[in-house]
């Protein structure tokens, strides 16, 4: 009987499920997440400089400081609501909080276009805010349904595939908005393709997401055990009080809310300049420069994919600790990534090396999704959503400052970097 109870439990692990239709959706929804994110990032060369896209369009007269100005808005509204989200997912669920999100920013990204024309720096700056306030749900919530919906066995695979969305939407998004924005619809197009997206996204979540197993209609009941079962030591079924003096006392939580920081800093350095960099630095056209700033995304995501697996695999056979998995996960990231970006200064001339160096930074830091970002979820199952909110919260302070740093900097784009 238990033998049979153990190979049923075997069966289910290895077969396709709702968890994983489940996990599809959620990456769907990071993919769409960060292109709204990270639509901008190449939308603003054209709206600034029609010259390098649809000359029929409307050019903006935005300088380096007002461009970095609104590139960093998004995060000024982002870190406010992270906490306060991961308390409300705990305690209600996430499925809603993740609809909701998406559904602001759908509609407020189709309406960017009349906000930039018609509104200025000053409501650009107020309509990405409220985007950020929005997706600042998104992270803290999505965490919640994962404790809910990945089995101990495929934790590390299915949570990095989740979250790996954001590289893919990069990835999907950086070529689209350049071809977007040398199409007939021009850069607004960006926009309101990427608003129509989010919003069938939105309205397929609404009807087939759900918060746990628990709440689905149609799962079977061998699959609900296996994963019940598999959390049953883990998580808890009830809401509890967060534990909040523990929290801010805990040495290997401040330790993940430093890697979660520094780790923000170079990254969105990278991500909302490398557009910018490519077309005034390396002379690419928009169409160009899309493609080119994606290839670092697409190695990115095929290593988060890679690194899950050898996680799970390490993690089933018991070779190292979980602990030194992260560790080291988290050490090839961060010290590889800066070692790349540090070898850019002495590749400034060539072409081939800077695409190479800055396509090795983002593929390495494909470790801290198997580092950092599972380590919540290691810590605390109970409270993922708002250890991650804490987390995140702290570390878009550096989200903000990046883009004014360099803009602050930088005053000529043929100087950045």
Known sequence: MENNKKEEEKNEEFSWGERHKQTLLLFFGMVISYGLRINLSVAIVAMTDKSSANTHFIELPWNESSKSTVLSSFFWGYLITQVYAGQMAQKYGGKYFVSGALGVS?????LTPASAIHGGVLVMCAN?????????????????????????SEKGRLISFVFSGTQFGSLVMLPTAGLLASSSGGWPAIFYVGGAFTLVWVLVWSLTGANSPSEHQTISEAEKKFIINSLCNTTS????????GKIFKSIPMWTL????????????????????????????????????????????W??????????????????????????????????????????????????????????????????????FLTN????????????????NSIANITSILGPLLVGFVVTDNYFLF
Not at 132 to 151: D, E, H, T, Y
Not at 332 to 344: D, K, P, T, V
């Open 106 to 110: 759908g509609v407020l990204t189709i």
């Open 237 to 244: 079924n009830k809401p509890l009080p967060t534990p909040w």
């Open 376 to 391: 919540h979820l290691d810590l605390a199952p109970n409270f993922a959503g708002t250890l991650l909110g804490i987390t």
């Open 302 to 371: 095929i290593l988060i994919i890679t690194f899950s697996w050898i996680s799970d695999y390490i993690r089933a056979h018991g070779l190292i600790t979980n602990t030194n998995q992260r560790k080291i996960w988290n050490s090839l990231a961060h010290w590889g990534g800066a070692l790349a970006l540090f070898s850019l200064y002495l590749f400034d001339t060539s072409t081939t090396g800077a695409i190479v160096l800055l396509t090795a930074a983002l593929g390495l830091n494909s470790g801290t999704f198997t580092g």
């Open 257 to 300: 809310i430093i890697a979660h920081l520094t780790q923000n800093l170079g990254y969105w350095i990278l991500l909302t300049n490398m557009p910018t960099y490519i077309n005034y630095i390396l002379k690419f056209d928009i169409k160009s420069n899309g493609f080119l700033s994606a290839m670092p995304y697409l190695i990115m």
């Open 128 to 152: 990405r805010m409220v985007q950020g306030m929005a997706q600042g749900f998104i992270f803290p919530a999505v965490n919640v349904l994962l404790s809910k919906w990945a089995p101990a």
